[in-house]
């Protein structure tokens, strides 16, 4: 969501914040602003929309200063406008925010009593009025955050910039992530080491409840109870925050056709060096275990559901799969002999990080399956398995999506392994066989020219269908939850036995169904389905390999995707699926990588 990028500098900050803030642009916003104190007078320039409406701001109104403060907003109180943006400003003080302030309409009631009125619809804006609050008894700054982050309720990354104060900043953290950027004779402040990364490539990420008062000198952290601790200095790998198109048109179309680099990484990184075993750490083991537990939100839910065939079919335990959001509000019965398994792209899913703290000490294990080693995920579960899949730009997710399918695939190896249902040989021909998926993929992408003129077709529909059997339903459901994000073409996918029990009711002459249904065990109930869909008029694309396109028969469209394994078929058809919605958007004339009103990385519940 928010971004936030603070630097204590040599230079003048604003371009600085302003570049920083635009490696920010992929968690999504609607408006900008950057604070700076400059002669010990701060002072602020904020702006509603893209940052190149901020960025015409500065060249007429110039914001000089060496320390300051940005910041784009994604809304949550309050409408876009340039009163509601970030910095928000009290006095001395101004702040910039990433999280939610449960009880600020009671600590808004309180400063009114004090005669403190607020101006603007924000949460946030509550902080900067209290922090003022207490500077004005006399409070040094340090002492005024303090004293405020002791009432605040909710979630939040907080950078703070005072009035007079060239060699300050403070920053605090609570549910949201913040890292503090290490240079010299100058420091910085960002939301995560993608802002930070031109300006340094030595992190201290702040600890849950951590607080930490920034000068050019260094840093001192405090914890949740205002004690002085040490925090580690990480050093991070510059290649793995590139956030360049290379010649792409969109960062979306560029994490698509990554897709075989990456699952070819995925499989090199996590299997023995001569791909006869799989080379997962000790704490991955299922041996005893009695359950699995999945949980994840959005496109990691859906791999969390392919995920539940394959654990159940390959290493025969049960499985339950939970949305973040409700998780721990059921009050989940949970075995201390359980394995419990966080599916987070970013590693700071909000809902996710709550419900791994809910089950910790309740399960025999928590494993991550993260993008971000740094994570809050990746650092709080037992183990965590990266997914590699580099930086993921575009708020939809694609890389990220099929290479957690293929770290959810390697685990469900493991419990089979663990669990005697998968003998060597047959483990062996399993391991030979994830061997040819980087290729299978780079088949399907051979087809986008073919999946490209299915698109032009689906951009003039309103509404649309994904149908699919076994592996292929959670797909049907990633297929309507890509065209919808992106091109805003509603779209519902159904598992093709449910057609009867109400979608059917929706088939017309108009609405396009997409069948997914390569030909396997359940290929020919998928087509029977079809079928119906057929006798009511319905206009079917059907995708399927070559053999499955010809037994159908003639239907409205066709897309014919290589012949594949059973085990690999969820992976391999989400290249049509993520192709499919990327050119319908770009017939619709959408914002293919930034949608309206989504936020890649979602940090607040």
């Known amino acids: 969501m928010c971004g936030i990028v603070g630097v204590l500098g040599r230079h003048e900050v604003a371009p600085l914040i302003l570049e920083s803030l635009k490696r920010l642009e992929y968690r999504g916003y609607d408006s900008a602003g950057i604070a700076t104190v400059n002669a010990g007078v701060l002072d602020r320039r904020r702006a509603v929309g893209k940052l190149v409406n901020l960025s015409d701001l500065l060249v007429h109104q110039p914001l000089p200063g060496k320390a300051g403060i940005g910041h784009t907003r994604w809304a949550t109180h309050g409408e876009p406008n340039v009163k509601n943006a970030h910095p928000h400003r009290s006095g001395p003080v101004a702040v910039v925010h990433n999280g939610i302030i449960e009880n600020f309409r009671a600590l808004r009631e309180a400063l009114a009593l004090e005669g403190i009125g607020h101006e603007t619809d ?164 299922f041996t005893t275990a009695d359950r699995i537990t999945l949980v994840a939100c959005g496109t990691g839910h859906y791999a969390t559901q392919v995920a539940k065939y394959w654990f159940e079919q390959l290493a025969g335990i049960p499985v339950e799969i939970d949305i973040a959001s409700e998780f721990r509000y059921r009050q989940p019965v949970l075995s201390d002999r359980g394995v419990a398994i966080f599916v987070s792209q970013s590693g700071e899913t909000a809902d996710t990080l709550a419900a791994l703290r809910h089950v910790s000490g309740k399960v025999a294990r928590t494993i991550g399956v993260v993008n971000v080693p740094t994570s809050s995920i990746a650092r709080e579960t037992d183990v965590a398995l990266p997914i590699l899949a580099g930086p993921e730009i575009s708020v939809a997710s694609t890389k990220g999506f099929t290479a957690q399918l293929l770290v959810l695939l390697l685990l469900a190896l493991k419990a089979g392994q663990d669990r005697g249902r998968l003998p060597p040989a047959m483990m062996a021909q399993h391991l030979a066989t994830l061997k040819t ?169």
């Open 437 to 605: 998926l980087p290729g299978l993929v780079a088949r399907a992408l051979d087809r986008e020219a073919d999946i490209e003129a299915l698109a032009q077709k689906l951009a003039e529909t309103r509404d649309a269908l994904f149908l699919g059997r076994g592996v292929m339903f959670p797909l049907a459901l990633e297929a309507a939850l890509k065209l919808k994000e992106i091109s805003y073409i509603h779209a519902e996918g159904y598992a093709s036995g449910e057609l009867k029990h109400g979608p059917i009711a929706l088939i017309d002459k108009v609405m396009p169904v997409i069948v997914l249904a390569p030909r396997d065990a359940l290929y020919d109930k998928t087509v029977s389905n079809m079928q119906e869909v057929m006798a009511r008029q319905g206009r079917v694309i059907l995708v399927s390999d070559r053999a499955g396109l010809d037994e159908a028969g003639p239907v409205w469209a066709q897309l014919q995707m290589p012949s594949v394994p059973d085990l690999l078929a969820p992976i391999v058809y989400a290249i049509p699926a993520q192709l499919l919605a990327y050119h319908a958007a770009l017939a619709r004339g959408t914002d293919v990588d930034q949608p309206r009103n989504l936020a890649k990385s979602v940090t607040v519940e």
């Open 122 to 285: 924000t949460d946030t804006e509550t902080i900067a009025l209290l922090t003022r609050h207490h500077l004005d008894r006399g409070m040094t700054p340090a002492e005024a955050v303090a004293a405020t982050l002791a009432r605040l309720d909710g979630a939040f990354a907080l950078a703070f910039l005072f009035d007079g104060e060239e060699d300050l900043m403070i920053g605090a953290r609570k549910g949201s992530p913040l890292a503090v950027g290490w240079g010299e004779g100058e420091m910085f402040l960002g939301s995560d080491a993608i802002a930070l990364a031109p300006m340094t490539d030595r992190i201290t990420y702040l600890e849950e409840g951590d607080w930490v008062v920034i000068t050019r000198a260094g840093a001192e952290f405090h914890d949740l109870a205002g004690n002085r601790v040490n925090r580690p200095v990480a050093r991070i790998r510059l290649d793995q925050t590139r956030v360049d198109k290379a010649g792409h048109k969109h960062f979306m179309a560029k994490e698509i056709a990554e897709q075989p680099s990456v699952l070819g990484a995925v499989t090199a990184f996590h299997l023995l060096p001569d791909g006869t075993d799989l080379a997962l750490p000790a704490e991955v083991d």
